[in-house]
């Protein structure tokens, strides 16, 4: 197979994968379709070429290696558009229990139901449950305590939506405080 059609192929898979797809399943779906056996190194030129063909200015998205996979996303000259779009279709927006509950679960994971309703005080069953449903977290286990309590981690959907490739690129605690949280005035 050429090279032009194994880099058809690959944009093809790119294009129609709903998040990111990985390069090992690339390598699995041209394999199982047309039975050519391909390298990480095949993969990884034709993504390279890809890259390079969608950063010409006639093209208003692009391929990005994100979420460990390659997924095609907007340039960032066109994010306004997008996001008056989006907003639009936004019928509803996470609440201010699920924000809380999608952050504790991000910074804690795995982490079960009982863990995250003692650090938030109240009952999480409902945004524990909203956020599977918008598929932000996943069921990634269970504790080997007592009842086998389910564990709960993020997702690769979350992945995506934050633009994350792995855990470690969330902001770090002490990176988002402020002085503006702090309580009373400071000694002399």
Do not use: W
Not at 86 to 103: D, F, G, H, M, R
Not at 168 to 180: A, F, S
């Amino acid at each position: 197979m050429s090279d032009a059609a194994v880099q058809q192929h690959i944009e093809a898979l790119i294009f129609s994968a709903q998040g990111s797809i990985s390069e090992e399943d690339i390598r699995l779906a041209i394999y199982t379709s047309l039975g050519a056996e391909l390298s990480k190194a095949d993969i990884q030129a034709a993504c390279t070429a890809l890259e390079e063909k969608y950063a010409e200015t006639g093209f208003s998205f692009r391929p990005v290696k994100i979420g460990g996979g390659y997924q095609f996303l907007t340039k960032p000259e066109f994010f306004n558009s997008v996001n008056v779009l989006q907003q639009q279709q936004a019928k509803k927006k996470l609440s201010q229990a699920a924000i809380e509950t999608l952050a504790i679960v991000a910074y804690r994971q795995p982490i079960t139901k009982l863990e995250i309703e003692q650090i938030r005080g109240v009952n999480s069953d409902y945004s524990v449950q909203r956020l599977l449903e918008k598929e932000l977290i996943s069921i990634v286990g269970k504790a080997d305590g007592p009842g086998k309590p389910i564990l709960y981690g993020t997702s690769a959907q979350f992945m995506d939506y934050f633009a994350l490739s792995g855990i470690d690129q969330l902001p770090r605690l002490k990176d988002i405080t402020t002085d503006d949280n702090s309580i009373g005035e400071a000694g002399e």
